[in-house]
């Protein structure tokens, strides 16, 4: 047998391989989503100092599964993204309907979960320096309706005001992360999130600091003291006066010092919109 008998008898063979995910399920059970989970794919993320920012994402890639079938495909999930070798988070949408199409699916997810880097100064002694943000985008098409939240985790630092209140010198202070969560008529830069939840904590973080700098941001964080709850409060206040943002999700959490539990607040809100947008939310937090 030749060669090119061989290669035409294998593609005889897989072409007959049965499709079982496409056999008929008798248990009448649709599903709400099925898909991929922890795939590591490149991205590509606009950053307004530098024009773009490279950076590698956790991909997780769903689909509803209407009653009558038995699986999905999972392959065609992973050869949609193939279809780019770099995902640009303005293509998210045109994934997700390709998505739809392939999968033959009413509904498609795609969440993106990612390290963002950001060039930090020290305060005083001006030592440049990588932050690094953790970041997660999670978009939804129902037939055409979309949505998208974009999450932004912001590492800062906590001075407790009851501590430096009752103790004749010092207070325990510690990092703590505040995580916000947005909708958006319009783009919302992920540096306008970072600096809103800078601005509310007792002092932002850094990568590198000298003396001098460690000295000013021990020095600043005693003299701006915040709770938790007053870390949320400071960031909605400036979420709020934000008109682009029509929805957010602010959580504070400090990794406590001198406790073995972590302290937490919380406000959700939905601001006044009157052009339509946004009524029907598709993702759901909890």
Not at 22 to 44: C, E, F, H, M
Not at 138 to 147: G, I, P, S, T, Y
Request: proline share 4%; charged share 30%; aromatic share 8%.
């Amino acid at each position: 047998m030749f060669i090119n008998e061989i290669h035409l008898e294998e593609g005889i063979n897989k072409s007959m391989l049965p499709d079982t995910q496409s056999q008929k399920d008798a248990r009448n059970i649709p599903i709400d989503k099925v898909g991929i989970k922890n795939l590591k794919y490149p991205i590509t993320v606009k950053d307004p100092d530098n024009g773009v920012q490279h950076t590698v994402a956790t991909v997780s890639m769903t689909v509803d599964l209407p009653k009558e079938f038995k699986g999905t495909h999972m392959s065609r999930f992973v050869e949609v993204l193939m279809n780019k070798r770099e995902i640009e988070i303005d293509s998210i949408y045109g994934i997700l309907t390709e998505m739809q199409k392939r999968l033959n699916a009413k509904t498609a997810h795609i969440e993106l979960e990612f390290p963002y880097f950001k060039e930090k100064k020290a305060p005083v002694s001006g030592k440049p320096s990588l932050m690094d943000y953790r970041i997660k985008f999670h978009a939804v098409m129902n037939e055409d309706k979309k949505d998208l939240i974009m999450t932004v985790g912001v590492p800062v630092k906590t001075l407790c005001p009851c501590s430096k209140n009752i103790s004749k010198y010092g207070a325990h202070n510690q990092r703590g992360e505040v995580t916000v969560s947005v909708r958006f008529l319009d783009t919302v830069w992920i540096e306008e999130i970072i600096g809103y939840v800078e601005k509310s904590a007792s002092s932002e973080l850094f990568t590198l600091l000298k003396r001098d700098d460690e000295k000013f941001v021990t020095e600043h964080a005693y003299e701006n003291p915040v709770f938790v709850e007053d870390v949320v409060r400071n960031v909605a206040m400036k979420l709020k006066e934000n008109k682009k943002v029509v929805w957010y999700v602010v959580e504070a959490e400090n990794f406590e010092s001198i406790h073995n539990h972590n302290a937490y607040a919380m406000i959700e809100s939905h601001k006044d919109f009157s052009n339509g947008r946004h009524k029907d939310f598709m993702i759901k937090r909890y």
